[in-house]
């Protein structure tokens, strides 16, 4: 600001140097202002457009009733939230004060959240009303906490050039089950006081409620983020309630000076401040303690001095400057205004070359949206819905056939989530097969890794299938009475009881491994985006085609797996319906053998044995290759030179008329009659298995798997085709594409203009500083203590 001439003589010198002086001021104030109002800018450009910058600000942290409201108000200087016990602040609010000695009221404008760009005016009482019917809002809403922050924009002539951003109050709640909703409430809160304490560029003020350092309540959550305290302000509050704790000068003088091994680490600022803010509310009510904000403000600076005069008393020694400085709001506000602004001007030269490389890249989205806006025409919606097709398949041939592009991590799958997810092999006695005892189980697999590993685990599964336990029971419901006679026929009774039991125990492991592998071949598709994405290929605002594109897919997979299933299933219910004996009865020499084992324990006599053995053989051997049985006939039986075959006639008519006796003629149920039954039915349930695992594993990969790679891209485009000739415009959703686009361009403009008008400010501020217009303050107490 320009001055008129001043007379030096007679006095005149010292009105120079006093206006010069206040010139000077005055210069300061204003490119002082002009840094804060960019930073106080910039910050808002992050909040609303996410972007990779952050502007330095004081973070306040505390548990609940540690006093971080109350604190955050007499460091403005001028009352305006909702103060007390309990939860009172359950979303940030960032404060961005600015000082103006030309405001003789507090000047508060509350930005809009449905628009970060616009703030409205409004007085501290209206302000307070909007924080409180929030603070109820979230309390009913299931979050109960939003991290999405309150911004207020504050011009003041005792407001300090802060940003400070007050965070919902940490919560320690009580044990047990009947205290879980505020042990969830306490998980919310921590967690985004957590997410704000990462950015970098934040100075924590740690605000601690106790008497005695060792008790690290708050710092327990803060040395998780900043462990060394590099970055942190400790502020022992309520400093008024605490000195008559103490009995003896020794006591405040660890409590004044905590050994470094008590603060753990590096503290910013080398020691703790300690803060007393007055009780009492501003206003014109009965229950208002302060008519004034004036009034408010005596009371704090009287509360300083009381604080010193007790703690002086109490050390029976007058306190030095050094720890003067550390008590007290005023001297907390003065220690955390300056090391603000040193950050600020440090932080000068590296945002200019952020502001850059934002400005380029939001130009390049800008050039991206209008080149998608061009290219809303037919022709060109068509080429980019079949080249995404193309793409598309591409990818999922890659899946299937292998490749790790895909991180396993993210995408991959143990047996273990495998089976939570896509179902498990469980038979009828519900039995699992432990995953560890499966081959890769422990491996993240996707793709066609993981639908090799679910058809190896179906063939363990099912082959390890034992016959079902047969009862006695079964074994005579399942003679019943043939049409022509009342004869019985143990052969058919043990095709009914195999069968029978084939099916029930077979067609669940159907179900299950076509829902398994139907899940498998669902999983290829958001793997398959994922790579077109990383590629570069996946067309983003289209969601209404990708949606269909998606609803295809997995209406094919569908399909072709019920298809699949249904012929696997016929082809069960035909070798469960009809049994042949070359198919059902493979291994006849181990029947054989049991047969021969049980004539043995049946009869004794060498010549009986031989006798009924060649009756057997007759009996149950008739599928045999007729050129064996005319070899081994053929054969000299040295066994039997000495047996006349005459004299076996009668002991062969004997036996067949026992053997008619007990099977056809005779209901009683022998042990001999049971075991043969016993053993056909094993023996049949034993070749359905084998085929059954044979046709599905065939059968599941030519109708199941193979579609996928040679019928689904002649039907996607089949599809698409269609649908491009019938209804393009719905397909693309054009019209809202275009509105969304133009939402989008608009919102790139706003951005680009303001990241220039940042870039400016900040050269005008660099130029500023590096021509020593502007001189950074030296804060001898902002070095960290090691």
Known sequence: MKKGPVDRSEGGGEEFAAAEEAEEEEEEWASSGKLYEAYNELHGLAQEFETPFEAPAVLVVGHQTDGKSALVEALMGFQFNHVGGGTKTRRPITLHMKYNPTCELPRCRLVSDADPAIAHFKSLAEIQAYIEAENMRLESDPCQFSEKEIIIKIEYKYCPNLTIIDTPGLIIPAPGRKNRILQGQARAVEALVRAKM??????????????????????????????????????????????????????????????VCMLDGCLLGDSPFFTSVPSGRVGSGHEAVYRSNEEFKKAISLRELEDIASLEEKLGRSLSKEERSRIGVSSLRLFLEELLQERYLESVPLIIPLLEKEF???????????????????????????????????KLSLLLKGTVVAPPDKFGETLQDERTN???????????????????????????????????????????????????????????????????????TACVIAVAKARDTFEPFLHQLGFRLLYILKRLLPISVYLLQKDGEYLSGHEVFLRRVEIAFNKFAEATERACRDKCMEDLVS????????????????????????????????????????????????????HERLKTDSKPNHGTQGVDSNSCSPLVETRLVDLLDSTLWNRRLAPSSERIVYALVHQIFHGIKEHFLVST?????????????????????????????????NIFDITQLRHSLGQHKRDLEIELKRIQRLKEKFKEINHQLNSHQMQPKRISTVKPRC
């Open 422 to 492: 896509g179902g498990t092999f469980i038979g009828a006695d519900s039995f699992q097969f432990p995953h560890k005892m499966m081959p890769n189980a422990g491996m993240r697999l996707y793709g066609g890794a993981q639908y090799h590993r679910a058809m190896a685990e179906f063939r363990i599964v099912v082959g390890g299938v034992k016959c079902p336990p047969i009862t006695r029971e079964e074994i005579v419901n399942a003679c019943g009475v043939e049409d022509i006679h009342d004869g019985t026929n143990y052969s058919r």
């Open 360 to 394: 380029r890249s939001t130009t390049r989205k800008l050039r991206e949206v209008n080149q998608e806006l061009s290219n809303l025409d037919e022709v060109k919606l068509k080429e980019k819905g079949r080249a995404f097709h193309d793409s598309l398949l591409t």
């Open 697 to 729: 594993e065939l059968k599941f990969n030519c109708f199941l798997l193979m579609p996928v790679v040679d019928k689904f891209p002649a039907l996607l485009r089949e599809d698409l085709e269609s649908a491009f000739e019938d209804d393009l415009d």
């Open 575 to 626: 070798t469960t319906r009809y049994v042949t004996w070359s198919l059902h009865n493979k291994n006849r020499a181990g029947l054989r053998q049991f047969l021969d084992s049980f004539s043995g324990t049946e009869h004794s006599s060498n010549g009986n044995s031989t006798c009924l053995g060649g009756l057997q053989e007759s009996s149950f051997g008739s599928n045999d290759n007729k």
């Open 198 to 259: 990462q950015h970098k560029e934040f100075i924590i003020l740690c605000l601690e409620d106790c008497s005695d350092w060792s008790n690290a309540t708050t710092r327990r959550i803060v040395m998780q983020i900043d462990p060394e305290l590099s970055r942190t302000v400790i502020v022992s509050t309520k400093l008024d309630t605490k000195i008559p704790q103490f009995a003896r000068s020794s006591d405040v003088e660890v409590f004044l000076k905590p050994p």
